[in-house]
């Protein structure tokens, strides 16, 4: 039915919040690629307190040092995008909620290892399910992860043979036959 | 311009054309071998076309792309029934089949693998059994199938430069006194065939954009089409078979691009739709003549589905290694391929270098995995090397394809469920692979090594296998069905054993056999 619909928009429209950050290594190769340190990741169907939660719940399942949080937000994004189905904004903001109501109506003012255990201890549920099945995917899945990681993505689609396939340096170089030829090159 | 646009065109009550279901290894090659002889082949593919010019270098993307996502069930205690309930295999859906994603490792059978039950004896719990072709029999259609597909270290082509993951393994191999090289691959070293040479990209599991790797895409189909005796009818989803009060085969019901149902006559049809569809596909014809199936009067057809035993080892090292950089299978140990009962089990494994991009390693690496012992492997990853574990697993009458006829498909057919069981052969050579593939990178000094559980399969075998007695198997040794002289099993679901080796050399030597066998039979006028 169009009213409905109309009504749901208009809701997700109020409601929708957004992330925002900084980020926090000024010469991580990240920056690099940056336009500037500040970030904000608009959210339709969450809003910015519920989006903060679960990028910290995301961090706690997935903690890599020194990974950005504009990279874990693209989980938050995706989690957001899910949102916009019902089943799935109950089941979001019904799991934020509960972490928020057994620690006195704020989660996030707990100490880091407290609310680890508290997402710890979720596991097994669809919440818990939910954001992991998302986070595998859309934390490693996008091009700041790649420069992390050290992955270098669609830049492998010119092909590595003249750029580095196999630039490895601290073990001998096999021989040949065994190491095969370059395109060209005639086996003496 | 489309592959299709300007080739000859059958018509659907044209009984004397040779239908052939699936475009990939099996009937992408069978396919352009009776075109080759004058014979008109019409070739009905599930998938689309996408050419090397659609492929993606990106591996989610890729995968919704090419891969077959029907859906499937799985049931069984293998680990696979937990991680991936829905995707038991990853196999392709579009024109080429599995030939567009495949690594292109291009093994030869080992003489004795053919005598399996010979070989090895009776082992409880499994259903061994000799295939009904020999090793020599074979051997000059491998000769010719290592030629059409420039298979290097074959007929004088240079073996591919190794890059940094050949270079971890071949220095941990020769630690430990194995012999290691960058393999016989399917992939092109030097221009060859009016194909390129390989530039290294590393999405080989994505196709092969630059057209290196063999895939009958670009190259069995395309020649098929040019002799005027093909054609290609991609988005052609075959429901059933269909046969006369003789029983046999009369032609196919199929769906094609805009979901009408279509029927093609056929003198003779060949099934090559890999080892979970060809099953699903004969059983889904069952009529009154046939109530379990087409060519089931055994009861074998869907029995004895073989998946490789399979395992990966990564390891990460203090320097870097970019393993992501060039071919994904890069370099291949055999010396644990042989057969020796002394290690535990029988059978043998190959160790095949493997790496996987970053979503995909994420995805597969440890699948349900969260917490920092997981992130601390990612956090390494371009210091991280691979391997594959592929050996021998045991034919069990219980690993079987069924229909779920509780899910249907998108034309109504009830679909596949894979149910399969771990051998304890299997689990003692997974073992035994995951101690040797560990000991190679620890002795180049792995800081960290992980053992990686199996990914959904890519190497579907069994299930209409070969026999010499029409009651132990579904077909003959030339895939001719027993019950039904003018039905052909044509892609690995052949296979009697699963052997060590890759499969794709072996699909493709069997279809080049096959194709002459049934040359011969139309001279006989036997179909």
């Known amino acids: ?188 | 311009m489309a592959m299709t646009d300007n080739q000859t065109r059958f018509q659907h009550d044209d009984d004397h054309v040779a239908v052939i279901i699936g475009s990939g290894a099996g009937g992408g090659t069978l396919a352009n071998e009776l075109a080759q002889q004058g014979i008109d082949v019409v070739v009905l593919e599930a998938g689309a076309i996408h050419t090397r010019d659609d492929f993606l270098a990106d591996e989610w993307a890729s995968f919704s792309q090419l891969a077959w996502l029907d859906p499937r069930t799985t049931s069984g205690s293998f680990r696979l029934a937990k991680d991936f309930p829905n995707l038991p295999a990853w196999i392709v859906k579009s024109v080429g089949g599995t030939t567009v994603h495949w690594a292109g490792a291009s093994l030869r059978i080992q003489p004795h693998e053919f005598r399996a039950l010979s070989e090895y004896g009776k082992v409880e719990g499994a259903n061994l059994l000799d295939w009904p072709v020999t090793y020599d029999e074979l051997a000059p259609y491998y000769t010719r199938a290592e030629d059409r597909m420039g298979v290097t270290r074959t007929n004088d082509i240079p073996g591919l430069p190794g890059n940094n993951n050949f270079h971890v393994m071949y220095t941990g191999a020769k630690n430990l006194g194995y012999e290691c090289n960058t393999g016989h691959m399917a992939i092109n070293s030097q221009i060859r065939d009016g194909r390129a040479s390989c530039q290294q990209r590393g999405f080989c599991f994505q196709g092969c954009r630059t057209g290196a790797k063999w895939s009958t895409l670009y190259t069995e189909l395309p020649a098929a089409i040019a002799t005027g005796h093909m054609e290609l009818r991609p988005q052609s989803h075959v429901a059933h078979i269909e046969h006369d009060a003789q029983g046999k085969v009369t032609g196919v019901v199929y769906f094609d691009a805009n979901g009408d149902q279509q029927r093609q006559k056929a003198r003779l049809v060949a099934v090559a739709g890999n080892s979970l569809e060809t099953p699903r596909l004969l059983l889904n014809s069952a009529s009154s003549l046939f109530p379990d199936g087409l060519a089931n009067s055994s009861g074998q057809v869907g029995r004895n589905y073989m998946r490789h035993t399979t395992g990966s080892v990564y390891a990460t090292f203090d320097e870097p290694v970019h393993m992501y950089r060039g071919t994904t299978m890069a370099g291949i140990i055999s010396d644990e391929a042989h057969h020796d009962p002394s290690r535990g089990f029988v059978g043998g494994y190959e160790m095949e270098t493997v790496s996987l991009g970053l979503p995909f390693m994420a995805a597969f690496f440890d699948p349900g995995a969260w917490g920092s012992d997981f992130t601390g492997a990612l956090d390494q990853y371009d210091h991280m090397a691979g391997m594959w574990l592929v050996g021998e697993d045991m034919p069990r009458e219980s690993n079987r394809i069924t229909l779920n006829t509780d899910l249907k498909d998108a034309f109504g057919m009830p679909v596949a469920n894979v149910h399969y069981d771990d051998h304890p052969n299997d689990i003692a050579m997974r073992e035994h692979a995951y101690r040797q593939g560990s000991a190679i990178y620890e002795s180049v000094g792995a800081k960290n090594i992980y053992r990686t559980p199996p990914y959904p399969s890519t190497h579907n075998l069994g299930s209409c296998r070969m026999s010499q007695r029409a009651q132990d198997g579904v077909c003959n040794g030339f895939g001719q069905s027993h019950d039904i002289p003018n039905l052909f099993i044509s892609d690995g679901s052949q296979f009697t054993t699963s052997a060590t080796e890759n499969p794709t050399l072996t699909i493709v030597s069997l279809a080049i056999r096959q194709a002459e066998h049934i040359g011969q039979l139309m001279k006989e006028g036997i179909v």
Do not use: C
């Open chain 1, 1 to 188: 039915m169009p009213s409905t619909s109309l009504s749901r928009r208009t809701f997700l429209k109020t409601t929708g919040g957004a992330l925002v950050g900084t980020l926090a290594f000024a010469s991580g190769p990240i920056a690099l690629l940056a336009p500037s340190r500040s970030w904000a990741m608009p959210l339709d169907a969450l809003s910015s307190h519920e989006g903060e939660v679960l990028l910290q719940v995301t961090k706690h399942l997935f903690p890599h040092p020194g990974l950005e949080d504009a990279v874990y937000a693209f989980v938050v994004k995706d989690l957001d995008r899910a949102a916009e189905a019902e089943a799935n904004r109950t089941l979001l903001q019904g799991g934020v909620k509960a972490l928020d109501d057994d620690a006195s109506g704020d989660w996030l003012a707990l100490a880091p290892n407290d609310q680890y255990l508290r997402v710890a201890s979720l596991e097994g549920t669809s919440f818990f399910e939910k954001v992991r099945s998302t986070a595998i995917v859309s934390l490693y899945n996008n091009p700041l992860a790649f420069t992390h990681f050290g992955y270098q993505g669609e830049e492998g689609d010119k092909g590595y043979l003249y750029n580095g396939f196999s630039d490895l340096t601290w073990l001998p170089e096999p021989p040949q036959p065994a190491n095969g030829y370059m395109p060209g090159e005639v086996p003496s």
